[in-house]
């Protein structure tokens, strides 16, 4: 099929919804069901949780990596309990266990950048999970340091990937109704993760060779999310790009769209599967998907914009402090008068709860309020203890109570902005087109500005001091408000399509 009859066909589609509607509501420019009604998203809950559910499993492996590394990394170092003769090792290579599997994600969404709209979202997951398992294993049966970084890097490459294609794969796939809270579900599967790595590295950290059987506990999960991946189906909304950029047989793929949707959606869809690929047809030849994405295209335009919207929400998400204030965590609750704080562990899984609580209250807010609403509102908050911890290490450090309030404060309005929402947004927010090389964009900048808030952190508080620091992250914190207010967009119940074509 050339591209003359594509055009056509699409055409055609365009015109047989655009009926539907009164002239008066069409404009000049004719937009497809842009100010309409969509047919509605019948689906089936049930159905809708499994679509989501896998992906998040990638997220799950990722969080913990970060709570079992911590535990992981004191059980190697031990004498009596590492089982290896390796065990004393210089802080640079405790390091590299640390930071491997973020040199790994860097290389992993780098990797995303060229494969993504090759391999699809399903596919890119799959890859995902084989590379978790791979990765757990070397490092699980790791006979010296080297073969356990390499383990870590594997591993890592398998989080790039996975934090790329599960947001990706659940906006496309998950009703407009929900889609929000799902991809927020998936950022409480991350703190979920990193609860459980505390806590089973803290069950296993006084066995031999405990470090182990840390790794090796992702093992399963990643084969149940490989296997779990492997029988969902493909995204029908890459089915339908492919389509439209004529990869494909028309037909043939506009067939699998709608079967990928009754799939998707379960027996409630009924009858309108057709009719609901036709709309997205039409609507993605609106926006002229049919185009393919070229790398100069990335920054200019609606794309450019795109990505200025997601890049800086992301950025701001690392540099406005989190990892720092986390770090000070331990001597604030001691300070206050919490004797068993002395435990970082236990200070961890606290903390891991109380984020669980609040990114919980986004999952069950997102839809109803918005994205903005909870972006601006949690990073005001944010704002606000960021200056009451700098003020308290500065002036008031006989009110350790308030550094506790104000730790608390901060962690909690996180997790309602920052946290879910970023990784929500850069998942809408890029067109269908460039969403695979916008987004892997995207998680190259999170992961990079998360290796360059760790590794300048211990520095920049030796040449500041901590008051002065948190001042400095109450600062970019208030620009991030701005950036906030004047240039991210709701899309609050809107589909993808929708808003490609009103907020870029």
């Given at each position: 099929?050339n591209?003359h009859?594509?055009?056509?066909i699409?055409?055609?589609?365009s015109?047989?919804i655009l009926?539907h509607?009164?002239p008066?509501?069409?404009g000049?420019?004719?937009?497809?069901?842009?100010h309409?009604?969509?047919?509605?998203?019948?689906?089936?809950?049930?159905?809708?949780?499994?679509?989501?559910?896998f992906?998040?499993?990638?997220?799950?492996?990722y969080?913990?990596?970060?709570?079992?590394t911590?535990?992981a990394?004191?059980?190697?170092e031990s004498a009596t309990?590492?089982?290896?003769?390796?065990?004393?090792?210089?802080?640079?290579e405790?390091?590299?266990?640390?930071?491997?599997?973020?040199?790994?994600?860097?290389?992993?969404?780098?990797?995303a950048?060229n494969?993504a709209?090759f391999?699809?979202r399903?596919?890119e997951?799959?890859?995902?999970a084989l590379?978790?398992?791979?990765?757990?294993?070397?490092?699980?049966?790791?006979p010296?340091?080297?073969?356990?970084?390499?383990?870590?890097?594997?591993y890592g490459i398998g989080?790039?990937?996975?934090m790329h294609?599960a947001?990706?794969?659940?906006a496309e796939?998950?009703?407009?109704?929900?889609?929000?809270?799902?991809?927020?579900?998936?950022?409480f599967f991350i703190?979920?993760g990193m609860?459980?790595g505390?806590?089973i590295?803290s069950?296993?950290?006084?066995?031999?060779a405990?470090w182990?059987?840390?790794y090796?506990?992702s093992?399963?999960l990643a084969?149940?999310?490989?296997i779990?991946?492997?029988w969902?189906?493909?995204?029908?909304r890459w089915m339908?790009?492919r389509?439209?950029?004529?990869?494909?047989?028309m037909?043939e793929?506009k067939?699998?769209?709608?079967?990928?949707?009754?799939?998707?959606?379960?027996?409630?869809i009924?009858?309108?599967?057709?009719?609901?690929v036709d709309e997205m047809?039409?609507e993605l030849?609106y926006?002229?998907?049919?185009?393919e994405?070229?790398?100069g295209?990335?920054?200019?335009?609606?794309?450019?914009?795109a990505l200025?919207?997601?890049?800086?929400?992301?950025?701001?998400q690392?540099?406005?402090?989190q990892?720092?204030?986390?770090y000070?965590?331990?001597s604030?609750?001691?300070s206050a008068g919490f004797s068993?704080?002395?435990?970082a562990t236990r200070?961890?899984?606290?903390?891991?709860?109380f984020?669980?609580?609040?990114?919980g209250?986004?999952v069950?807010l997102?839809?109803?309020?918005g994205?903005?609403?909870?972006?601006?509102g949690g990073v005001?908050?944010?704002v606000?203890?960021?200056?009451?911890?700098?003020?308290?290490?500065l002036f008031?450090?006989n009110a350790?109570?308030?550094?506790?309030?104000a730790?608390?404060?901060?962690?909690?309005?996180y997790?309602?902005?920052f946290?879910p929402?970023?990784?929500l947004?850069?998942?809408e927010?890029?067109?269908?087109?460039?969403?695979?090389?916008?987004l892997?964009?995207?998680?190259?900048?999170?992961?990079?500005?998360?290796a360059l808030?760790?590794?300048?952190?211990s520095?920049?508080k030796?040449?500041?001091?901590?008051?002065?620091l948190f001042?400095?992250?109450?600062?970019?914190?208030?620009?991030?408000?701005?950036?906030?207010?004047f240039?991210v967009p709701?899309?609050?119940?809107?589909t993808?399509?929708?808003i490609?074509a009103?907020?870029?």
């Open positions: 099929m591209k009859d594509l055009k056509i699409l055409t055609k589609e015109d047989r009926i509607k009164k008066s509501e069409i000049d420019t004719q937009e497809p069901l842009l309409g009604v969509h047919n509605s998203e019948n689906y089936s809950l049930i159905a809708a949780i499994l679509p989501f559910l992906p998040a499993l990638g997220g799950l492996l969080g913990y990596d970060i709570g079992a911590s535990c990394t004191i059980s190697v309990l590492s089982g290896v003769s390796w065990y004393n090792l210089s802080s640079v405790i390091g590299l266990i640390t930071s491997g599997s973020l040199y790994g994600a860097l290389i992993g969404s780098l990797m950048f494969i709209d391999l699809g399903r596919r997951l799959i890859l995902a590379l978790y398992l791979l990765g757990a294993l070397v490092t699980a049966v790791a010296n340091l080297p073969v356990m970084v390499i383990g870590r890097l594997v989080i790039g990937l996975a294609a947001p990706m794969y659940i796939t998950a009703p407009s109704a929900i889609r929000g809270r799902l991809i927020s579900l998936k950022e703190v979920l609860v459980a505390y806590g590295g069950l296993l950290v006084d066995i031999v405990g182990r059987y840390m090796g506990v093992a399963p084969i149940i999310m490989g779990g991946m492997w969902l189906p493909a995204s029908p339908l790009l389509a439209i950029q004529g990869r494909g047989n037909n793929l067939e699998t769209a709608i079967s990928c949707l009754c799939r998707l959606r379960g027996r409630a009924g009858d309108s599967a057709p009719e609901q047809l039409a030849a926006v002229g998907d049919e185009k994405a070229t790398l295209e990335m920054f200019h335009g609606k794309c450019l914009k200025v919207i997601g890049a800086g929400l992301v950025l701001f690392q540099i406005t402090g990892p720092s204030v986390l000070y965590a331990a604030i609750f001691q068993e704080a002395s435990d200070v961890s899984i606290l903390l891991g709860a984020k669980l609580i609040m990114t209250a986004a069950l997102v839809d109803r309020l994205r903005r609403p909870l972006l601006l005001t908050g944010m606000i203890s960021l200056f009451l911890l700098g003020s308290y290490y008031f450090d350790p109570v308030a550094a506790v309030v730790l608390l404060l901060y962690v909690g309005c997790q309602i902005s946290g929402i970023g990784w947004m850069i998942s927010i890029f067109p269908l087109r460039l969403r695979g090389r916008g892997s964009i995207a998680v190259l900048v999170n992961f990079a500005a998360n808030v760790t590794f300048a952190f520095p920049l030796a040449l500041l001091g901590a008051g002065i001042y400095v992250f109450g600062a970019i914190a208030v620009a991030s408000l701005v950036f906030i207010f240039i709701e899309t609050k119940g809107l993808l399509e929708e490609e009103k907020c870029l």
